[in-house]
Nanobody, 131 residues
Framework: VQLVESGGGLVPPGGSLRLSCVGS????????IGWFRRAPGKEREEVSC???????????YYADSVKGRFTISRDKAKRTVYLQMDSLKPEDTADYFC??????????????????????WGKGTLVTVSS
């Protein structure tokens, strides 16, 4: 099983990026997918998560630091989870990782247990916000 992130890069403050997460050996449609980030010298932070409650309910979680600026979504046809990041700030600079929770029904909460209990992780994509 592999998760692969893409879409990172260098963007000026106020700019936008869209990160993508695809799975190999794992159908992302069936599971909760979280986006996490680790900035230099800081602990890993959960940024956002999309739940796997039912086929028609993708409840989401956002960290306070990104609410109103980031949007997580799922394209079931493409089996891809996206993180749309708008109004980027220098403090958003970090390695961004997607991770999967392999559970039939999982409700994202942003908890410590969630941060440390995901089952599969990607290798990350670097986002740098700088002028």
């Amino acid at each position: 099983v592999q998760l692969v992130e893409s879409g990172g890069g260098l963007v000026p403050p106020g700019g936008s990026l869209r990160l993508s997460c695809v799975g190999s050996g794992l159908t992302l449609n069936n599971y909760a997918i979280g986006w996490f980030r680790r900035a230099p010298g800081k602990e890993r932070e959960e940024v956002s998560c999309i739940s796997s409650i039912s086929s028609s309910d993708d409840s989401t979680y956002y960290a306070d630091s990104v609410k109103g600026r980031f949007t997580i979504s799922r394209d079931k046809a493409k089996r891809t989870v996206y993180l749309q990041m708008d109004s980027l700030k220098p403090e958003d600079t970090a390695d961004y990782f997607c991770a999967a929770k392999v559970a039939a029904y999982y409700y994202c909460s942003g908890s410590y247990e969630e941060n440390h209990g995901m089952d599969y992780w990607g290798k990350g994509t670097l986002v740098t916000v700088s002028s």
